[in-house]
């Protein structure tokens, strides 16, 4: 059931503390939520040929999407029909003409049929072939950006619930954009809806991220439901809606940044929060997709990738220069922090810093929520966030 694209009038805390602390209530997730959702799982670019392919995860299922000889992509449980086996490596890559288990060489063909099986005749006399093709998925491409839903036969555009209409106008695979390549990850130690109501959260823009994003205040930003996904827009200009704050707007024309071809002019929103681990922003100088991966209760992955004018990712720094990088794991911890996070002038630092802070909180048995910022702007969309999550859990 589709809930109404209004948000509601007053702001409520809906989902009760161990939703956040319980690995238990995370299980349930698995099976109930991330189990037919649309996930994240690549760009299009990386499955150009017959026979490429990527794998991607929903819970605890695990996808691959795969070039047919016919051209068409299609997606499968990365599993063998015979014993369970993983069938293609973690990542991307080229499976040739079929896809073949490493295990027991059981063959299946691009279009998941089952082809061939050593020993056939004095093993499986009686194997009906039909019957025994790879489990399917449900894949499609949106803006070049690849989803997969672990169950088969599922309709993209009824997900994205009218968002199309106010989608992002950058395109990943123009040569005026360039990307970091392999993606920055974020081990955050906090549930992956304390990170996504942050995200959510209109109220705190003008608070903690005074020094980096310059609010706006809760009266000056608002979010737009579309399904259980949320758009996010600045209000600080009365004739338009931007995708930026004007402080941020003001800071990148002071930098002269170069901005993106065909994404300079407003119109668009400046954060997608696409249900339940999508995250994509937009502005006229760079393009970025954070998926959020939960590891248990109280721990989150963020795995970003991200896409900018050429003259501006070249005077970026690496990985290594971001905030909390372990050089050991390659990723960004808030353990490695060498300066206070609020003095790091990184508004994703200043998230990664309340995001734990807040998982720590939800840990003291006098942990409660109070009364909360009503409006668009401010916290009523996380109210519909967890509604949103509630009716997926209750289905």
């Not at 161990?18 to 939520?33: G, I, P, R, V």
């Not at 089952?114 to 491409?141: M, Y």
């Not at 169950?151 to 009218?162: A, F, K, N, R, T």
């Not at 704050?245 to 929103?269: C, L, Q």
Request: hydrophobic share 35%; charged share 20%.
């Amino acid at each position: 059931m589709q809930q109404p694209n209004q948000m509601p009038e007053v702001a409520t805390q809906e989902l009760p503390p161990e939703a956040y602390t319980s690995d238990e209530w995370l299980a349930q997730e698995n099976k109930k939520l991330f189990s037919r959702s649309w996930v994240f799982a690549g760009v299009e670019s990386k499955v150009a040929n017959a026979g490429d392919y990527m794998t991607a995860k929903a819970g605890h299922f695990t996808l691959v999407v795969i070039r047919g000889n016919d051209g068409e992509l299609r997606a499968f449980h990365n599993i063998c029909r015979h014993r369970g086996t993983e069938l293609l490596d973690h990542g991307c890559g080229n499976a040739g003409k079929t896809i073949v288990c490493p295990y027991h060489s059981w063959t299946f063909g691009l279009d998941g049929a089952l082809r061939g099986i050593p020993d056939q005749q004095a093993c499986f006399p009686d194997i009906n072939k039909k019957e025994n093709g790879l489990h399917r998925a449900s894949v499609a491409v949106f803006k070049g950006i690849v989803f997969v839903n672990p169950e088969p036969d599922q309709d993209l555009s009824e997900w994205l619930s009218g968002l199309e209409d106010v989608v992002w106008p950058h395109d990943i695979t123009s040569p005026e954009l360039i990307s970091y390549g392999e993606p920055v990850t974020y081990e955050m130690q906090c549930n992956w809806k304390v990170f996504f109501e942050n995200a959510i959260d209109g109220y705190h823009l003008a608070y903690l991220h005074k020094n980096t994003l310059g609010g706006p205040t809760q009266d000056k930003n608002i979010w737009d439901p579309y399904g259980d996904n949320q758009v996010w827009y600045s209000t600080e200009n009365e004739t338009v809606r931007s995708r930026v704050p004007n402080f941020v707007s003001t800071r990148m024309d002071k930098w002269n940044a170069k901005k993106i071809p065909h994404a300079e002019k407003e119109g668009y929103g400046g954060v997608y929060m696409l249900f339940p681990t999508t995250l994509i922003v937009a502005s006229p100088w760079s393009f970025s997709i954070s998926v959020m991966e939960p590891v248990s209760a109280g721990v989150t992955r963020l795995h970003a990738y991200v896409w900018a004018a050429k003259s501006w990712m070249s005077s970026r720094g690496s990985v290594k220069d971001i905030p909390g990088y372990d050089k050991v794991s390659g990723m960004i911890k808030s353990s490695h922090w060498k300066v206070h996070p609020l003095e790091t002038q990184d508004f994703q630092t200043e998230d990664v810093y309340v995001v734990e802070k807040m998982q720590r909180a939800m840990m003291s048995p006098k942990y409660t929520v109070g009364k909360m910022a009503s409006g668009p702007g401010a916290e009523s969309p996380l109210t519909y966030f967890q509604r949103s999550v509630l009716r997926h859990m209750e289905a």
